[in-house]
């Protein structure tokens, strides 16, 4: 069974510059999840999506990230733009809705802001 | 007060030696609770979730105390294998997503 698909694994960008990431999660797994990773820390979620609805974006910086689940199936995360303080490892999740404790991680982009 | 708190470590500890990770929480209200194992420079996998009554799961033990908001992950006869970063993770409030600590660092020597 293929995992969670991430894309690229590696971005550096310049500061002010756009950056997007991919996520495909696995198959049949209505909720996904994008979590930022600082170094020495644990994941931090940013926004959750039921389908195609963003049920949680609480946490989401509004002013330079969006994100997007057209079809309720692939993602992408935008920032726009970038500053250097974004430099983390974005990782997309995935989960089935009644097992929403055991979360399906790909390997993550580790975004690099110069 | 962080939602969920860690001692990062490093816990340095031969093969063979028993290792106990603590981790507290803020939220009282809290239902669902979760080790996860990060090896390094990869991705958080589930190691085991954590009841009420404590769990075993091979070598691994995981506790719960409610009235402490305190969760406890043992590791016995450590092995090379083990070293990873422990992430104690708990449902959020609405119990509709997870807040990950910072993890506890463990290395293995032989």
């Known amino acids: 069974e293929a995992g ?15 950056v997007a990431f991919w996520c495909n999660p696995i198959s049949g797994h209505n909720t996904l999840y994008w979590y930022r990773q600082n170094l ?31 079809k309720g199936v692939d993602s992408t995360l935008k920032i726009q733009p970038a500053e250097l303080g974004d430099s983390a490892v974005y990782l997309c999740a995935s989960s089935l809705p009644e097992t929403n404790e055991k979360l399906f991680f790909g390997s993550g982009t580790q975004l690099s802001v110069l | 007060r962080k939602e969920v708190e860690q001692d990062p470590g490093p816990f340095n500890v031969p093969e063979g ?22 090896d390094c420079r990869k991705e958080p996998k589930l190691l ?11 070598r691994f033990t995981a506790q719960l105390n409610r009235a402490s908001q ?11 294998s083990d070293s990873a970063t422990y992430l ?12 990950f600590g910072k993890g506890t660092t463990l290395s293995v020597s032989s």
């Open chain 2, 70 to 80: 305190y969760i406890s992950l043992l590791i016995r006869d450590s092995k090379l």
């Open chain 1, 4 to 18: 969670v698909v991430q894309s690229p694994r590696y971005k550096i960008i310049e500061k002010k510059q756009p």
């Open chain 1, 40 to 70: 020495g820390q644990g994941p931090e979620l940013l926004i959750r999506y039921e389908n195609e609805e963003a049920v949680d974006d609480s946490q989401l910086p509004k002013d330079r990230f969006s994100a997007e689940r057209l």
């Open chain 2, 88 to 99: 104690c993770v708990v449902h959020n409030q609405a119990g509709t997503a997870l807040i």
């Open chain 2, 17 to 38: 030696a028993t290792v106990a990770f603590n981790c507290t929480y803020s939220n009282s209200a809290s239902q669902s609770f979760f080790w996860y194992r990060q």
């Open chain 2, 48 to 58: 085991m979730s954590v009841y009420s009554s404590g769990n075993e799961d091979g």
